[in-house]
């Protein structure tokens, strides 16, 4: 049973109490969050989940700070260039928040047994590559654990969520049309409806239930249903989600010197090209070197806007599934800092 909230958390949480209420407080309070790698992206939802009133954060990092890291870690200075980073780290997090319990694992999580992952309510992989994405799934999936993954390169970025099943609570203008058992969309429906309390609103509570699927199971019907015609694909279906998803076809190159990042176009132009063709829609997305020449440009480069963004959607995501309010990314969102667009698909 979830213990109430001191005085002193009421004063501190106040404005976010007003939110989601005292019983969604005491859950973030209760809550288990891992984060693996503390990349720019990762550094951002860390700070997020610490002013949120998370209870127990874990930084899963075998990295040391490098120079570069000091344009987006905002927790550390020059002088701790060469430690860990998690440890470099924790005493900021530690100030921004002390009733946050920070635990730090100066190792690799390749290096964890599958049982170790259930003492988490959420996972979180930053900068993973599409197989360490799918085994990190997979154990969290054994577990029960929900996992986020994410990543920044340059103006793009992407979220992919496996939060196995969430029911949450959103309020939405009265109609008498709406009834338990109504679908949402292809893995939503409606399975709670309530008046909100004051009589006066013209709102009601409406209950989602939400199923997601696991990273290797991940495919195109859904979209390929919702734009039946060549034409519709090409103006709603954004390029860049087919970027994203081709270049976790690579491996990571998080922990290393940008400098040192060398992609090779033409691998990375075969790996998009998979990825449209795995999807069945080789026909409308065909991609060429030129184009990707962009991605390559911009491959493994974090820059802080667009880690503040990504950021703080995985960071929301997390509280709301937590506090079972709102509805959360289903299941892959693509940012494009070019076009200052970020849609969501269900994949």
Not at 77 to 92: E, L, M, P, V
Not at 162 to 181: C, F, M, P, Q, Y
Request: negative net charge.
């Amino acid at each position: 049973m979830t213990e109430k909230l001191t005085k002193d958390e009421i004063n501190l949480y106040d404005r976010q109490i007003r939110l989601w209420g005292f019983e969604g407080q005491a859950r973030l309070r209760e809550a288990k969050v891992a984060v693996l790698n503390l990349s720019g992206a990762g550094v951002e939802i860390v700070k997020n989940l610490a002013l949120g009133g998370i209870g127990h954060i874990s930084i899963i990092d075998s990295n040391e700070l490098l120079e570069q890291d000091l344009n987006v870690n905002f927790f550390v200075d020059a002088s701790q260039i060469g430690q860990n980073k998690g440890a470099a780290t924790r005493g900021r997090i530690a100030e921004l928040n002390p009733r946050t319990e920070v635990i730090v694992y100066e190792e690799s999580w390749q290096e964890w047994e599958s049982n170790e992952w259930s003492k988490f309510d959420v996972v979180i992989g930053c900068s993973l590559s599409g197989e360490d994405i799918k085994i990190v799934n997979s154990r969290c999936r054994a577990a029960k654990v929900r996992f986020i993954a994410c990543g920044v390169h340059g103006l793009y970025g992407y979220i992919f969520n496996d939060l196995i099943e969430t029911e949450n609570w959103i309020n939405v203008e009265k109609s008498g049309r709406r009834a338990v058992g109504d679908s949402i969309n292809a893995v939503s429906k409606i399975v709670g409806i309530e008046d909100v309390k004051d009589k006066e609103s013209l709102q009601e509570k409406i209950r989602i239930r939400t199923l997601y699927k696991p990273w290797e199971e991940i495919n195109f019907e859904i979209v390929d249903k919702m734009y039946p015609t060549v034409k519709k694909k090409g103006k709603k279906v954004s390029r860049k989600l087919f970027w994203m998803i081709g270049l976790l076809g690579m491996k990571s190159e998080y922990g290393v010197l940008i400098d040192e990042v060398d992609i090779d176009i033409e691998e990375l132009t075969n790996k998009v090209n998979e990825v449209s063709e795995r999807f069945g829609v080789s026909e409308c997305f065909k991609f060429e070197k030129t184009e990707l020449e962009v991605l390559k440009r911009h491959a493994f480069c974090e820059f802080a806007p667009t880690n503040a963004i990504i950021g703080g959607v995985v960071s929301q995501d997390i509280v709301n599934c937590i506090v079972e309010q709102e509805l959360c990314v289903t299941n892959f969102a693509v940012l494009d800092g070019e076009s200052i667009e970020m849609p969501v698909y269900i994949l």
